[in-house]
């Protein structure tokens, strides 16, 4: 079916500027299934990149050097994101510990205009967002300036949160979300492995075993990091589907429990928190005030 639509000529097309499926079948003809399947093959080739921005429904395709046109797409987010986005492109970063549950959210929604990275000095970490088309140096000095009472002249470690390798500050590496959900069969319940055999295992895998001991049905999975993993459970004995956010991660904060809430609480579903640390003490705070319904589980 492939030579119908030729691959080259979908690339020329889209090589005209972000567009989507319905467009591009306009100009070579076929239908967007085709075009699709084309497109497809196009991204796992590296020639065609998709964003996380939907117009009706559809993403955006646009080649490798064409990101700074997805500005032009801006109107299209929900009204909060695109006042989270427009709050971002002005102050070019932001620290994520000085927003608002809503806006931290929100930062983690708007994927193609938000970049985060993290400022380690002392053993003591800062979560940073920067406008995409603000340069990663430039961002970095400026998070340096805001820290630079608590920031020492020690060497500092950037890295960037969506991947776990630690850089020196002249380096940042960003890798891609794998963000297809997979389908998985209701197995045996398994005996959940105790935290000390935690850093042995694939954090996935006891998360898993976790869930099942519950006897909850896993739906869909989203993989956000080797060390942060999203959910759809489903509880057969209510039928009730529930929003599940795991982090392999020492210390929760506040902004950890609110993203989830606040997701779930947008999906109309109930929320439940794996994880394998300890809540921080404004945390709990907001647990009995501003979380009311939030399931907290430790592993």
């Not at 070019?92 to 983690?108: A, E, H, W, Y």
């Not at 398994?190 to 055999?197: A, G, L, R, T």
Request: charged share 30%; aromatic share 8%; hydrophobic share 35%.
């Amino acid at each position: 079916m492939f030579q119908n639509i030729p691959k080259d000529k979908v690339l020329e097309v889209v090589k005209q500027g972000p567009t989507y499926p319905s467009k591009i079948v306009k100009i070579v003809g076929g239908d967007t299934m085709i075009v699709g399947a084309v497109l497809s093959t196009l991204i796992s080739t590296g020639d065609v990149k998709v964003s996380t921005l939907k117009i009706g429904g559809t993403p955006l395709y646009y080649v490798p050097g064409q990101e700074s046109k997805l500005e032009e797409f801006m109107d299209h987010l929900n009204e909060k994101d695109h006042k989270t986005a427009n709050i971002l492109k002005e102050a070019k970063i932001l620290k994520d510990s000085d927003q608002d549950p809503l806006i931290r959210v929100s930062l983690r929604t708007i994927k193609d205009f938000a970049k985060s990275f993290e400022i380690e000095n002392n053993g003591v970490k800062e979560l940073f967002w920067r406008y995409y088309l603000v340069l990663k140096d430039e961002a970095i000095l400026l998070a340096k300036n805001i820290l630079k009472e608590t920031i020492v002249s020690s060497p500092v470690a950037i890295v960037e949160t969506i991947n776990p390798v630690k850089v020196e500050v002249s380096t940042v590496i960003e890798t891609e979300q794998d963000s297809k959900p997979v389908r998985h069969r209701k197995e045996a319940a398994e005996k959940v492995v105790s935290s000390d055999d935690i850093s042995k295992i694939d954090f996935f895998e006891i998360v898993k075993k976790h869930i099942l001991s519950k006897n909850l049905d896993i739906i869909s999975k989203e993989k956000i990091k080797k060390s942060e993993y999203d959910f759809v459970l489903k509880n057969h004995d209510n039928n009730e589907y529930i929003y599940c956010k795991s982090k392999d991660k020492k210390s929760i904060n506040d902004g950890d429990l609110a993203s989830a809430f606040v997701f779930a609480q947008s999906k109309k579903m109930p929320c439940l928190f794996i994880t394998t640390g300890h809540l921080t003490k404004k945390a709990e705070h907001m647990m009995t005030k501003e979380f009311n319904g939030l399931q907290l589980e430790q592993i």
